[in-house]
Protein backbone atom coordinates (compact mmCIF):
# COMPACT_ATOMS: atom_id res chain seq x y z
CA UNK A 1 0.00 0.00 0.00
CA UNK A 2 1.12 3.32 -0.87
CA UNK A 3 -0.05 6.13 0.92
CA UNK A 4 -0.10 9.44 -0.68
CA UNK A 5 -0.84 12.92 0.63
CA UNK A 6 -1.29 16.16 -0.81
CA UNK A 7 -0.67 20.19 0.59
CA UNK A 8 -0.44 23.21 -0.76
CA UNK A 9 -4.13 24.31 -1.64
CA UNK A 10 -5.81 27.34 -1.04
CA UNK A 11 -7.40 30.50 -2.50
CA UNK A 12 -5.50 32.88 -5.08
CA UNK A 13 -6.10 35.36 -7.05
CA UNK A 14 -6.27 35.22 -11.01
CA UNK A 15 -2.84 35.43 -12.02
CA UNK A 16 -1.90 34.12 -8.74
CA UNK A 17 0.59 31.19 -8.33
CA UNK A 18 0.31 28.06 -5.89
CA UNK A 19 2.75 24.98 -5.51
CA UNK A 20 0.95 21.95 -4.55
CA UNK A 21 3.21 18.98 -2.99
CA UNK A 22 2.83 15.68 -2.45
CA UNK A 23 4.41 13.01 -0.69
CA UNK A 24 4.11 8.92 -0.55
CA UNK A 25 4.81 6.38 1.96
CA UNK A 26 3.94 3.32 3.16
CA UNK A 27 6.34 0.90 0.19
CA UNK A 28 10.15 1.77 0.32
CA UNK A 29 12.43 0.34 -2.69
CA UNK A 30 9.00 0.61 -5.29
CA UNK A 31 9.43 3.11 -8.24
CA UNK A 32 6.30 4.85 -9.45
CA UNK A 33 5.05 7.43 -11.90
CA UNK A 34 3.19 10.35 -10.11
CA UNK A 35 -0.06 12.17 -12.01
CA UNK A 36 -1.90 14.94 -10.96
CA UNK A 37 -5.77 15.25 -11.67
CA UNK A 38 -8.40 17.49 -10.52
CA UNK A 39 -12.04 17.33 -10.34
CA UNK A 40 -13.93 20.48 -10.64
CA UNK A 41 -17.29 20.82 -9.24
CA UNK A 42 -20.74 18.73 -11.28
CA UNK A 43 -17.22 17.74 -13.58
CA UNK A 44 -15.58 14.38 -14.37
CA UNK A 45 -11.90 14.21 -12.61
CA UNK A 46 -9.71 15.00 -15.56
CA UNK A 47 -5.94 14.58 -16.13
CA UNK A 48 -3.98 17.32 -15.47
CA UNK A 49 0.12 16.37 -15.53
CA UNK A 50 2.21 13.34 -15.22
CA UNK A 51 5.90 12.93 -14.31
CA UNK A 52 8.10 9.56 -14.46
CA UNK A 53 9.80 7.64 -12.36
CA UNK A 54 13.43 9.31 -13.41
CA UNK A 55 11.71 12.75 -14.25
CA UNK A 56 12.91 12.54 -18.19
CA UNK A 57 8.93 11.57 -19.61
CA UNK A 58 6.53 14.43 -18.68
CA UNK A 59 3.04 15.23 -20.06
CA UNK A 60 0.38 17.79 -19.22
CA UNK A 61 -3.12 18.69 -20.50
CA UNK A 62 -3.21 21.49 -22.86
CA UNK A 63 -5.41 23.39 -20.87
CA UNK A 64 -2.06 23.57 -18.44
CA UNK A 65 0.71 23.44 -20.84
CA UNK A 66 2.72 26.21 -20.58
CA UNK A 67 1.50 27.65 -16.94
CA UNK A 68 1.85 24.40 -14.41
CA UNK A 69 4.71 22.97 -14.30
CA UNK A 70 5.37 19.26 -12.70
CA UNK A 71 8.54 18.41 -11.07
CA UNK A 72 9.55 15.22 -8.22
CA UNK A 73 12.30 14.69 -5.63
CA UNK A 74 12.34 11.06 -5.31
CA UNK A 75 15.15 11.91 -2.36
CA UNK A 76 11.56 12.75 -0.41
CA UNK A 77 9.45 10.53 -1.95
CA UNK A 78 7.66 13.79 -3.14
CA UNK A 79 5.90 15.89 -6.13
CA UNK A 80 5.00 18.70 -7.18
CA UNK A 81 3.08 20.86 -9.18
CA UNK A 82 4.03 24.43 -9.42
CA UNK A 83 1.09 26.40 -10.86
CA UNK A 84 1.17 29.76 -12.51
CA UNK A 85 -0.92 32.54 -14.02
CA UNK A 86 -3.88 30.83 -12.39
CA UNK A 87 -7.60 31.14 -13.80
CA UNK A 88 -10.80 30.61 -12.03
CA UNK A 89 -11.72 27.62 -14.24
CA UNK A 90 -8.83 26.28 -13.10
CA UNK A 91 -10.97 25.75 -9.23
CA UNK A 92 -11.09 22.20 -8.39
CA UNK A 93 -9.81 19.33 -5.60
CA UNK A 94 -6.65 18.39 -7.05
CA UNK A 95 -5.47 14.66 -6.61
CA UNK A 96 -1.92 13.17 -6.75
CA UNK A 97 -1.83 9.42 -7.77
CA UNK A 98 1.39 6.81 -8.15
CA UNK A 99 1.47 4.19 -10.85
CA UNK A 100 3.89 1.10 -10.02
CA UNK A 101 3.21 -0.56 -12.76
CA UNK A 102 4.23 1.75 -15.77
CA UNK A 103 6.37 4.02 -13.71
CA UNK A 104 9.02 4.16 -16.67
CA UNK A 105 6.36 6.69 -18.68
CA UNK A 106 3.55 8.78 -17.84
CA UNK A 107 -0.36 8.22 -18.51
CA UNK A 108 -3.07 10.28 -18.60
CA UNK A 109 -5.79 7.46 -17.69
CA UNK A 110 -6.79 7.25 -14.04
CA UNK A 111 -7.31 3.42 -14.13
CA UNK A 112 -3.36 3.21 -14.94
CA UNK A 113 -2.87 4.92 -11.15
CA UNK A 114 -3.27 2.57 -8.36
CA UNK A 115 -3.16 5.15 -4.96
CA UNK A 116 -4.68 8.36 -4.74
CA UNK A 117 -4.32 10.85 -2.30
CA UNK A 118 -7.45 12.59 -0.61
CA UNK A 119 -7.44 15.47 -2.26
CA UNK A 120 -6.71 19.33 -1.78
CA UNK A 121 -9.03 22.29 -2.37
CA UNK A 122 -7.20 25.10 -5.09
CA UNK A 123 -9.97 27.73 -5.05
CA UNK A 124 -9.22 30.90 -7.62
CA UNK A 125 -11.60 34.19 -7.30
CA UNK A 126 -12.23 36.35 -10.41
Known amino acids: QVHMVESGGGLVQAGGSLRLSCTAS????????MGWFRQAPGKEREFVAA????????RYADSVKGRFTISRDNAKNAAYLQMNSLKPEDTAVYYC???????????????????WGQGTQVTVSS
Open 97 to 115: AADTTTWASTKSSEGSYEY
Open 26 to 33: GRPFIKYA
Open 51 to 58: ISWGGGII
